[in-house]
């Protein structure tokens, strides 16, 4: 562990989140108010916003699905992964329109469905069609940006669209006629996946690393805490924040089960296998080396923190 620990004062991160989940987390836990740096957050929608941003300087960390660091690397773009959270639920849900039934993954033979690329939807719309013996050619995917995601399943644009929380649920809620796919046919699908990744630029700097080395601890007490207290959690996001019941958004938070804190070193095979998946598709140009994608110094800090 050669990461630096000393964050000189006035020292400065800008944080990306997602559905404010992030910043809400912070500073609901109280470890926002413990960071050493000045942490500001800006809030996107979707990997490939964020990527951009990386790309114009804007930011030195974000949240992410497991697909935006093999976009990244793809892009030529360095921004390692410096933490990663697993849980027992996957990563989304398929969601079906109004008036039609789909039961089974199988039967998503011929349906319309909504695809965005750079996303962690993408290989969970893959990995569905090759646990239901499909191809992308099987179906028809129709390229969308995850803020439309929504309002095409919701008016009948697609068939099937890949939501995640808390706009499952609100789609349930709020839409006549809507359904999903059943928890039995998702829990053929992988478990959430989920990662920090920084800058190199960032990273680079040694007051920079040392506050993102802070940051990844402060964010794994906060994930337990959250864990730890569902109620608080659930009414500073799920109610406060996001407008569900109580009753909502405690299945959600239950649903999750404790977080788990991986070593990284651990999960590159878990995300070379991703990287196979979306290069056997043809959305790849290359096959990646996952490896590349991480930054493995930062194994001794969740070591250290999750061992707390």
């Known amino acids: 562990d050669d990461l630096p620990r000393d964050v000189p004062a006035g020292t400065k991160l800008v944080v990306a989140d997602q559905n404010e989940a992030l910043q809400t987390l912070m500073r609901a836990s109280g470890e926002h108010d413990r960071l050493a740096a000045e942490v500001t957050y800006a809030n996107f929608l979707g990997g490939p916003a964020i990527l951009e941003a990386f790309r114009a300087g804007a930011l030195d960390l974000a949240s992410v699905g497991n697909t935006p660091p093999i976009q990244a690397q793809a892009a030529g773009e360095a921004i390692p992964i410096v933490a990663a959270v697993t849980s027992q639920v996957v990563d989304y849900s398929l969601a079906v329109r109004p008036g039609l039934s789909v039961k089974t993954l199988e039967e998503l033979k011929g349906k319309r469905i909504a695809y965005a690329e750079g996303t962690g939807r993408q290989p969970f719309v893959l990995h569905a069609l090759k646990a239901a013996g499909l191809t992308r050619k099987d179906v028809v995917l129709v390229p969308l940006r995850v803020s439309d995601f929504p309002d095409a399943i919701r008016t009948g644009q697609v068939d099937v669209a890949v939501l995640n929380e808390p706009h499952f649920s609100r789609y349930l809620a709020d839409t006549e006629g809507a359904s999903a796919l059943p928890d039995s046919e998702h829990d053929r699908l992988p478990r959430r996946l989920s990662y920090l990744y920084a800058s190199a630029k960032a990273l680079s700097d040694p007051g920079k690393a040392a506050a993102i080395r802070d ?46 804190f991986p070593l990284l070193s651990q999960l590159v095979p878990r995300q070379q296998e991703l990287v196979d998946i979306i290069y056997e598709a043809g959305d790849l140009p290359e096959r990646l080396d996952a490896s590349k994608q991480f930054d493995l110094r930062f194994d001794a800090v969740i070591s250290e923190a999750a061992g707390d």
């Open 215 to 260: 940051f990844v601890t402060r964010w794994i007490k906060a994930r337990r805490w959250a864990a730890a207290n569902t109620d608080a959690w659930v009414k500073a996001y799920f109610v406060d924040r996001q407008r569900l019941s109580a009753e909502d958004g405690r299945a959600i938070a239950l649903s999750e089960g404790e977080p788990v």
